[in-house]
């Protein structure tokens, strides 16, 4: 296996830093809440008020959640070109507005800081990640894949017959077992059709997908 690394990096969104007066803030509103609800007192139109003014003046964009391929409807909020929710789609047949937990974290993929945005590239032996372009690791990857199965396509392989006493049958096979496909729950028909017509191109055998396991 090759010790090369190809990651990608960097983050959006700077701005998300709690502080200690933005902690205690929000501690403070969770405990009046949490007082006022235990006299008794119906938050749900409090609740209801307090997420239309979170998407005021925004675009409300339909999307799919995209960690599993049960497909949740999503309804992400937009304003000034950046998400600032993320939330279940109540006219979406499977979900009607419901989200698991993963589901309703989708927010954090995007805005975080943690997120991976750039291309990096970590040397055969090397200790530090290096930035390259996107188009130099699309290249790149494509190279590897071209040279692994020059190396080791196969045209014909000897078959074993089911009766130890036969002779060996040499069959056609024209395949690769050095390299292996998995795909994700999130690929639509479109691209699995694409995938697959690839990988059988090129003579892999091990094709599998994420949302199967």
Request: net charge positive; aromatic share 6%.
């Amino acid at each position: 296996m090759s010790q090369n690394r190809i990651q990608t990096s960097e983050c959006s969104d700077a701005g998300n830093a709690v502080t200690r007066r933005n902690l205690l803030a929000a501690s403070g509103a969770g405990f009046l809440l949490g007082g006022v609800a235990g006299l008794g007192v119906d938050l749900k139109p409090l609740q209801a008020a307090i997420q239309k003014l979170k998407i005021a003046g925004t675009r409300q964009v339909p999307s799919v959640c995209p960690y599993c391929a049960v497909g949740c409807g999503q309804l992400v909020h937009v304003r000034g070109g950046q998400i600032v929710n993320i939330e279940g789609n109540p006219d979406s047949p499977i979900n009607r507005g419901t989200l698991c937990p993963k589901g309703a974290a989708t927010y954090q993929l995007v805005v975080n800081t943690l997120r991976l945005t750039k291309v990096k590239y970590r040397p055969p032996g090397g200790t530090e990640w290096e930035e390259k372009p996107l188009e130099w690791a699309m290249t790149e990857i494509a190279q590897r894949v071209k040279a692994t199965r020059d190396a080791t396509f196969a045209e014909f392989a000897d078959v074993p017959a089911p009766d130890p006493a036969a002779p060996v049958t040499r069959k056609r096979v024209n395949h690769t077992l050095a390299i292996a496909s998995l795909g994700g729950a999130t690929m639509d028909n479109e691209w699995n059709y694409v995938q697959a017509k690839l990988m059988r191109s090129l003579g892999v055998v091990f094709i599998e997908n994420q949302a199967r396991i």
